[in-house]
């Protein structure tokens, strides 16, 4: 697991996309909701999970592909986020 810290004085919302989160842990932790089409079919719609991050706050622990968001990896190159290697990946069932 890894620790996120938000260096900065803004808090921030960072999206657990599903393409990044969910496909590396091999479970879909998003809310899918049932919604229709354009064309008035049913299409079920997922809603990814967030995790927010007050200032100058740190995170739990988060699973390691969190680090592979486009919002993390962004973080990381501006010195917005520092992260800690917190251990071995267990996963939390919710
Ligand atoms: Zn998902």
């Known amino acids: 697991m890894v620790i996120l810290k938000n260096c900065w004085s803004e808090p921030i919302e960072v999206t657990e996309l599903h393409e990044v989160v969910c496909r590396a842990r091999d479970v879909c932790s998003c809310t899918v909701k049932p919604g229709l089409s354009r064309d008035n ?49 267990t996963e939390d069932k919710e």
Request: hydrophobic share 35%.
């Open 41 to 89: 079919k049913p299409q079920s719609r997922r809603l990814p999970r967030a995790f927010r991050l007050d200032g100058k706050a740190e995170s739990g622990p988060l699973h390691p592909s969190a680090l592979k968001l486009p919002q993390v990896i962004e973080g990381l190159r501006v010195g917005r986020f520092t992260y800690t290697d917190a251990g071995e990946v």
